[in-house]
């Protein structure tokens, strides 16, 4: 398993930015897809983003198409999330995920990761 530390959650204005980063450590950070998921209070998880173990493919879900952004650097064995124009309705606990380069692409099932962070908080005030 791949360990997974998120960082860089916090309070923001809506209409703001955000960016969190997740550190990975344990196995060969290039052999993983790496993705996003976020879960609001009494609410299910929700798949955010991902991409593939080159960083050449990615995904988003419709909510956050066109103001959130997912990067790799296999060098840092980090993956990070950018996320602009911040709405109310993105407050929740963002978790990053790993996930073997050998699924189908894209895999955004929560089921077809197999290691995850601890979480960090993003808070987005009206």
């Known amino acids: 398993q791949v360990q997974l530390v998120e960082s860089g959650g916090g309070l923001v204005q809506a209409g703001g930015s955000l960016g969190l980063s997740c550190a990975a450590s344990?196995?060969?950070?290039?052999?993983?897809?790496m993705g996003w998921f976020r879960q609001a209070p009494g609410k299910e998880l929700e798949f955010v983003a991902v991409?593939?173990?080159?960083?050449?493919?990615?995904d988003y879900a419709n909510s956050v198409k066109g103001r959130f952004t997912i990067s790799r650097d296999n060098a840092e064995n980090t993956v990070y999330l950018q996320m602009n124009s911040l709405k109310v309705e993105d407050t929740a606990v963002y978790y990053c995920?790993?996930?073997?380069?050998?699924?189908?692409?894209?895999?955004?099932?929560?089921?077809?990761?197999?290691?995850w962070g601890q979480g960090t908080q993003v808070t987005v005030s009206s």
């Open positions: 995920a790993a996930q073997r380069s050998y699924k189908n692409w894209p895999s955004i099932g929560a089921a077809d990761f197999g290691s």
């Open positions: 991409i593939s173990w080159s960083g050449g493919s990615t």
């Open positions: 344990g196995r060969t950070f290039s052999n993983y897809n």
